[in-house]
Each structure stands twice: as C-alpha cells, then as structure tokens.
C-alpha cells in the first residue's frame, strides 16, 4: 500500500507544485500595467491555496481509481497506458489554460472563463489584435512545457505488483473516497470550494492573481450551463423607450431629509424580515420595535423588495442591480466585481472606511468577493467569532452577539464609516435563544426585533448617534402560511431610516424597489449616481413613473400605485392580476429583465 499511496501523492504535489508556481508568473507576465512585491507573491500562494488543493484532487480522481484497480490486477500494461494517456490529456489542458489565463488577463482583466470558447467560433477576429510571433512564441511555450509536465507525471514508472492484503486495501481506499469528496468541497461548512473565498485584497489584481484559472475555468462552465440567460421579449429599440422612461439617474429638486451629507452609515439587511411580519401585514406582536422606530424616522411605506434570496438581495440593495429569476450576479465573480456598489462610491468620492459585518460563512455564494470588490476594507465574519459565539445558530452567530459587535464598531470606527451588516436569526431552522411566542417563524423574528430595539437605544447614547444614518431594509421577504409570491404582500418590505442624522419623521409613500436604496441614499449625499443605471431616487421630481418589480424562480410581479400583477416565465402567462392596465405592467417587467440581462452579458 506505502507504494501506492506515495505514487498517488507524487501525482498530487505535482499539480499542486505547478499551480502554485503558476500563480509569480502569472504576476510577472502581467507587471507592466499592476505591479507588486514579493511580499505580494506570498500572499497570493498563500491565499490561493485552497482553490489549488482542491483542484489537484478533482485531477487526482482518475490516478487514484487505477491504483484501486491496480490492487488487484497490479500495474498492468493497460492501466500504463490509460495514465499515460491521461496525463499527456492533463498536461496539454493544465498548460493551456495557465498560459491563456496569462496571456489573455491584460486584454481581459478577468481570469480564464467558458466566455472564451465564443472566440472560437471566430479564431480569425480573436487573432486579429496580436501577430504570429505572439501565437508562435506562445505555441513553443505550450508544446515544450506540457511536454516536461507530461514528463514529470510519468517519471519514475509505475511498477506495482497486485496487493496480497487486497482486503484491507481495498477498505482504506473506500474510505479516502469521503477524504477526497470533503478535500475537492473544501470542508463541511455550509459554503463549497468557489473563487470568493480566496479574495483578500483591495486590489483586484491580487485577488485575481491568487484565483486557480483552471478552477474558474470549470466554475464559470458550471455557471453558463445553467444560469446564463438573456431574455428577448421585443426588439432592443422598444425596450430601451420604456427602460428610459423607468428609469432616470438625475436627483433634482429632492427633499432634504438628513442633518448633513457626510454622515456615518450603518446598512442593516434583514434576514428574511417580509412585512408579513411587521405592521404592513398588521402585526403589531412580532417587531414591536420595528414598528415604533418606523414613525422616530423615515418609513418607505410602499417599498418591495426584488427578489427571494440573500445573495441577490445583498446585490440588490448595494448595487442597485436587479436580480433574475434563474441567475444570482453574486455568484458570478467575474461579473459581481465590475457592479457599482455604495461602498466603492463612498469610499472614492468622500473618503468613507468601509466595513461588513455577516455572522455567517462569508464565503457562501461567492459574498466574500463581491464585498471586497465593491469597496467594503474589511470584513468581520463567523472565523472572526469564537468557536463557541460560532455554534450559537446552525447558520454562525446569532444576532444577540453580532448585534454587539456592530456596536462596538460602530462607536470605535474612524469617521466618516459605512458599515454593512447582514443579520440571519431570522432563517430557518429558526434556532433563537428565546420562547417568547409560539411560532417558531415569529418568534425568530420577534428575537431579531429585540436585538434592533437594543441596539438602536443603547446607540442613542452614545456620542456617534447625532451624526448616523442607520438604513435597515430586508435582504427579502419569505413565504408564510398563504402568503407566496402570487400575493404582493410576500415581498413589501420596510425599509425605514433612523439615527441622528435623520432630520425630522417622515413617511414615504412612492412605490419603490429595494434597488433604488443606492440612487435615493446618494441623491440625499449630493453625490452622482449614474453608474446604478438601475436604480432610482424616489426623492427626485425626476422619478415619474412608480413601480416596483420582484423576481423569483420562475417568473416575476410588477406593482404599482394601482395594479399587480404575477406572471409565470414556464407557462408564458399572466397568473395573477389585482387592478387595472395589465398590460402595461407585463411590457415594463420584460422590459426590465430583457435590459438587465443585456446589461450583464456585456459585462
């Protein structure tokens, strides 16, 4: 077995050797136009670790397969040849990628992804904005070095005898397989191996030169397959008439609501919190807090949210973006990181510290990158946390001790800040430190609103409180007993506006989306907005034409002051309609998605 097992790890420090010396190269190649230091290389390796370990077992899988075989039969002529053969396959596609993934990123400035296999389909035009002694060089380059890898996998030869403890082989090497599935997953947490969780930096390059492009590659594959869709409901000419009527970047003639337009700001998305469960949908038992902080400050009575999960919400709110029924930006890197984002703008245009604060695994759906992408310096997530704070609720930290983090950062924190904060209590399994109602669905919303009413109080007091925004909206809302998403209650969400900062109580009635926060937020700053192409400022005179769009998995609903209506994407049909004009409100949502979705493709 000590044979075997070392074949097998020669074969797997091989791959990982080569990705990690991939990853200077790759920075050299590309130094002209991002320079960096030594101390820079170090950080990449080791940064990018994880995404190389990983990769090198996903590569691994037909190595260790034969040498099972191999127990039996030993090393025999065929099994010879199928590593031969795969190891000359690997050694051409490893070397390929990595030199593409070189090579193409000062054109790109993104790592290797499947968008690259369009160009094939045109190799003239893709070859026309480099000479033949580019390709040549990079041909030689590419034979010799798959050549010397293919050479560094089959030497020394495998010579192996069939196992005379065939049994006892046989059951070690059952159970590496559940070693090798948690390796290639990258632990047992709640997120899988993805490119985010190798971000660390604000510079992007780093963050990119750290990224394992054959990982990215397949990634992206994975993604394309089954997420990447543009959506033509009409000709562009007509879509873009309605897409600018709906939507307006300017903010002009806007009511002042804050004391000043530097204030310190404190986003708080929260989890789950549909107006179902606050006074919107009646309840004056479940947010109580809520409820009374919503007349202390600026209530937008008519806001919904754009969608139904946490990662699109995130987006959603910071970015401005909508979200589409069968793709979540986020997971997307290589789109995620090219949005605007409220951090960026802040940081850039008045020199805000920006913070993000998430109890969770920051890593899950590709979070990590996107923040970091979008501006945000640091970031405070559930490794941050001790590990018995981390086992307080199966998604991290519950919300009575990240509630007191963002407490103490938010009175310790260099002025001006803006910090993020996602709360997740409120999720199922609805595993709250407190009974205080029988639902378990109330009352881990019940214990979310706790946690607001402290904080907000306990703040009140202290000496940063006269020059804060707090800002706290829901990432979405949740189906309830009969509330789903044929019923416009599932996605009116408050979003409500409190702290020192706010000059006076005042409730916003405009119907709004949850994507319009960055525009109206701004707008309030006297800063530009253009770049949230899809967001709006309900405070402008420019904002003519209320309404609100929500996507889910299969279809979307429009709102306005007037109608509602719910339509499915499967059936082609309008489901549900509450109101007047239709056929209106079907023609803006199409309109939206078709634009957003074009949007994103080019980026």
Not at 144 to 149: D, F
Not at 184 to 189: A, D, F, P, T, V
Not at 500 to 525: F, Y
Request: hydrophobic residues 40%; proline residues 4%; charged residues 20%.
């Amino acid at each position: 077995m000590g044979k075997r097992a070392l074949y097998l790890l020669k074969t797997y420090l091989v791959t990982v050797v080569l990705f990690i010396m991939a990853k200077p190269v790759f920075m050299w190649y590309n130094s002209v136009n991002h320079p960096f230091t030594a101390g820079d290389v170090a950080q990449v390796i080791l940064h990018g670790l994880t995404l190389d370990l990983s990769m090198s077992l996903y590569l691994l899988i037909i190595p260790f397969l034969c040498v099972v075989i191999s127990i039996f039969t030993g090393s025999t002529r065929w099994l010879r040849i199928i590593l031969k053969t795969y190891y000359a396959i690997i050694a051409v596609a490893l070397i390929l990628a990595l030199l593409a993934d070189a090579s193409l990123y000062e054109f790109w400035l993104f790592k290797l992804e499947s968008s690259c296999l369009q160009y094939l389909e045109t190799p003239t035009e893709a070859m026309a904005s480099v000479s033949t002694g580019y390709l040549l060089v990079r041909l030689v380059v590419w034979i010799v070095l798959s050549v010397l890898l293919w050479l560094a996998y089959t030497r020394p030869r495998w010579d192996i005898k069939p196992s005379r403890y065939r049994i006892i082989e046989s059951l070690i090497a059952l159970m590496c397989i559940p070693l090798i599935i948690i390796g290639i997953r990258g632990g047992l947490g709640e997120s899988t191996t993805n490119i985010g969780q190798v971000y660390y930096s604000q510079n992007q390059f780093l963050n990119h030169s750290a990224v394992n492009p054959v990982f990215s590659f397949f990634a992206s594959l994975e993604e394309s397959a089954s997420v990447n869709t543009v959506y033509e409901f009409m000709d562009d000419k007509t879509c873009d008439s309605i897409i600018s009527k709906l939507y307006n970047t300017e903010s002009k003639d806007c009511d002042t609501l804050l004391t000043t337009q530097t204030p310190n700001i404190i986003i708080i998305l929260l989890e789950g919190c549909g107006g179902e469960f606050t006074e919107i949908g009646g309840r004056e038992d479940v947010t109580p807090n809520m409820n009374r902080l919503a007349k202390e400050g600026i209530y937008f009575t008519n806001c919904y949210g754009n969608t139904w999960r946490t990662d699109r919400g995130t987006v959603c709110a910071l970015s401005g973006y909508p979200s589409f029924p069968s793709m979540s930006v986020m997971k997307i890197p290589s789109k995620s990181c090219t949005m605007p984002n409220i951090a960026k703008t802040l940081k850039e245009e008045r020199g805000y510290h920006t913070h993000y604060l998430y109890g969770g695994d920051i890593n899950f759906t590709n979070m990590k990158s996107y923040l970091i992408a979008g501006g945000f310096e640091s970031l405070t997530s559930k490794d941050d946390f001790s590990a018995e704070e981390q086992k307080t609720s199966e998604w991290g930290v519950n919300d009575g001790i990240t509630f007191k983090t963002l407490y103490q950062m938010a009175t310790t924190q260099e002025e001006p800040y803006l910090i993020g904060f996602s709360t997740l209590s409120s999720h199922a399994p609805w595993d709250v430190p407190i009974h205080q109602l029988d639902d378990e669905v109330l009352n881990a919303f019940y214990y979310l609103d706790q946690f607001i009413g402290q904080f907000i109080e306990q703040f009140r007091q202290s000496a940063a409180w006269d020059n804060t925004l707090i800002v706290m909206l829901p990432d979405h809302g949740i189906p309830y007993k009969d509330i789903d998403e044929t019923n416009p209650l599932l996605n009116h969400i408050p979003m409500i506006w409190v702290g020192g900062a706010v000059k006076s109580p005042q409730k916003i009635q405009q119907v709004c989306n949850q994507t319009d926060l960055p525009a109206t937020l701004l707008g309030q700053l006297g800063l530009a907005h253009d770049e949230f192409t899809f967001s709006r400022d309900v405070l402008s005179s420019t904002y003519q034409h209320p309404f609100a769009i929500n996507t889910y998995s299969d279809g979307f609903n429009v709102i306005d002051s007037a109608s509602f209506i719910n339509y499915d994407l499967i059936s082609d049909r309008v489901v549900v309609t509450q109101g007047e004009d239709h056929e209106r409100l079907l023609r803006q949502g199409r309109a939206v998605l078709q634009a957003a979705s074009k949007d994103l493709e080019k980026r």
